[in-house]
């Protein structure tokens, strides 16, 4: 079965410094790499995902993120991380030709410092 | 324009009783997802719909039990409620089953059980 590894449980980072969050995962045969973030009380919003071709997929509000086959990692970055990204950012990985679901990671808390 | 709606948002209870929480998807989308989010934040899957049939159904009490009237609607409905069912519990959609495939999430609805 798939699963995804969130190694970090918050991350801080100063406002205008670049932000990454980290993401391994774990899956038998091509991987569709997805990345979401939550705010407080609402639900996921759909930032970027990778399904094949260029390794460097860019999504919403700036971010992007890397599939790195051989280090089985789908790290997000932003290069100039805002006050109003601070949220909770959750990997997600699903196989192809697998068994339909969508595994999350346990989730990073992301905190921007003024 | 809401894409995926739940309701109620806000669901309290007392142990023993039954509810039922409502999602309505306006994308056309054929797959309909609920997912549970623990205290902890943690992400999982319960039931997957696609085109009204089930196709998800992950080791869940029987005491939830799902229903499709048609493709734009996935309700839950949680019998003899018990206090570890108090979750965030989220509607999701995709356009098929296709790995590929993003799923959008709704708002969320949370369920304390007292």
């Known amino acids: 079965a798939q699963s995804v590894a969130q190694p970090e449980d918050q991350v801080n980072v100063a406002e205008g410094n670049p932000l990454t969050v980290k993401c391994t995962y774990s899956?038998?045969?091509?991987?569709?790499l997805f990345w979401y973030v939550q705010y407080p009380n609402r639900g996921l919003q759909f930032l970027l995902k990778?399904?094949?071709?260029?390794?460097l997929v860019k999504g919403s509000y700036g971010f992007e993120a890397e599939f790195n086959k051989s280090q089985t990692s789908f790290h997000l970055k932003k290069p100039s991380a805002l006050v109003s990204d601070s949220a909770l950012y959750f990997c997600?990985?699903?196989?192809?030709?697998?068994?339909?679901?969508?595994?999350f990671g346990k989730g990073n808390q992301v905190v921007v410092i003024p | 324009d809401t894409a995926v709606s739940q309701t109620p948002k806000y669901l309290v209870t007392q142990m023993g009783n039954d509810k039922s929480i409502k999602c309505e998807q306006n994308?056309?989308?054929?797959?309909m997802y609920w997912y549970k989010q623990d205290s902890k934040k943690f992400l999982k899957i319960m039931f997957s719909?696609?085109?009204?049939?089930?196709?998800i159904n992950e080791t869940v009490p029987n005491r939830f039990s799902p229903k499709s009237p048609d493709k734009a609607h996935l309700n839950l409905h949680i019998n003899s409620l018990e206090l570890g069912d108090s979750a965030v519990y989220f509607c999701?959609?995709?356009?098929?089953?296709?790995?590929?495939?993003?799923?959008?999430f709704g708002p969320g609805t949370r369920l304390t059980v007292l």
């Open positions: 999701a959609s995709s356009q098929t089953v296709t790995d590929a495939d993003t799923q959008y």
């Open positions: 899956v038998s045969g091509n991987p569709y």
């Open positions: 990778y399904i094949t071709g260029d390794n």
């Open positions: 997600a990985v699903r196989a192809l030709y697998g068994n339909n679901r969508l595994a």
């Open positions: 994308l056309g989308h054929d797959t």
């Open positions: 719909y696609n085109n009204k049939e089930l196709i």
